[in-house]
């Protein structure tokens, strides 16, 4: 496996990998959620290319970029022996040196959930993306459904821009117990980890009511948030059923898939999850055609 720090000794790496190419962008402090789509990748073409950059421009003033977890040296192990082939792993200098000035802004299918808590997020997330797409020249990039809205902006802006990229979404990956698997859980204490129990069990409580017949989104996010707020660690962000393709709240009872989300402060630690509902459609070939829409 090569590492490699510069756009021009990426692209002059990426040239000799021939052959379908699938790519896994990433923020370091890699977890078996980054690993499922390293695999996946690994599956259905002959190379696979990762990258590790904290990016400072998803970062709001207030967020975590600074205390973000960082172990460059474990995650090129976990690269290594995941089979990846090339990692570019740029200092932010080399991503935005003086003078950078051009971002991405994704209309209205990044406004709502995160992006209405997080400004300028989405903002971020795309201008980077664009431009780990345009180093990296990947046939398919891989992305996970726990980051549902994610998918959707960085599907809008491809389609909007004609990139030629197939986009795969991977279903997420739990611990035992249920927390969905992400690089900000290293921040959670025991005690929180418990915590952070309740997401999963609320959105669980919401399937399991979808499961019997219960299609009102009013009805579904109340069961999320009646597990939620008997917690009294769990600090509740917003709690949502939207439309899978558009993200937008959806308030008629409907047989439409459904995103149903949440994002939740466990002390200190902010923290989202998803289900998709029905769960039946929680695989790769689904989840990339309905997230974001085709
Ligand atoms: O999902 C992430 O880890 C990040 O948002 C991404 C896609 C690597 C862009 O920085």
């Known amino acids: 496996m090569q590492t490699i720090e510069t756009v021009s000794a990426f692209r002059t790496a990426r040239v000799a990998l021939k052959g379908r190419v699938g790519a896994v962008f990433t923020m370091g402090a890699l977890h078996e959620g980054h690993l499922s789509l390293i695999q996946l ?45 090339l990692v570019f792993a740029p200092h932010p200098e080399i991503m935005y040196p003086p003078h950078f000035q051009t971002y991405i802004e994704v209309g209205e299918v990044s406004h709502a959930l995160e992006g209405s808590r997080r400004r300028g997020f989405f903002r971020g997330v795309a201008t ?21 809205q994610q998918v959707a902006v960085v599907k809008a802006m491809v389609r909007d821009f004609n990139l030629e990229v197939d986009i795969k979404v991977a279903p997420i990956v739990r611990e035992e117990g249920g927390i969905a698997l992400s690089s900000r859980n290293r921040y959670l204490s025991a005690s929180e980890r418990k915590g952070a129990l309740v997401l999963y069990q609320g959105l669980q409580a919401a399937s399991d009511a979808y499961e019997q017949g219960e299609r009102s989104p009013k009805v579904l996010r109340r069961t999320v948030l009646k597990a939620l707020i008997q917690d009294p660690y769990i600090d509740v962000d917003y709690v949502s059923a939207a439309d899978v393709a558009t993200m937008d709240e959806l308030h008629e009872v409907t047989d439409q898939p459904m995103l149903l989300s949440l994002a939740a402060r ?7 999850d998803n289900v998709i509902l029905p769960r039946s459609l929680e695989n790769i070939d689904d989840l990339s055609k309905i997230l974001g829409g085709e």
């Open 266 to 272: 466990v002390g200190k630690t902010r923290l989202i």
């Open 41 to 85: 990748a690994k599956a259905s073409c002959d190379h696979v290319v990762g990258s590790v950059f904290v990016n400072p421009t998803q970062f709001g003033p207030r967020e975590d970029f600074t205390g973000y977890p960082r172990d460059l040296d474990g995650d090129l192990r976990a690269f290594e022996t995941a089979g990846v082939d």
């Open 128 to 148: 980077v993306v664009l431009k780990l797409l345009n180093i990296t020249q990947p046939d398919l990039a891989y992305f996970g459904q726990k980051d549902a």
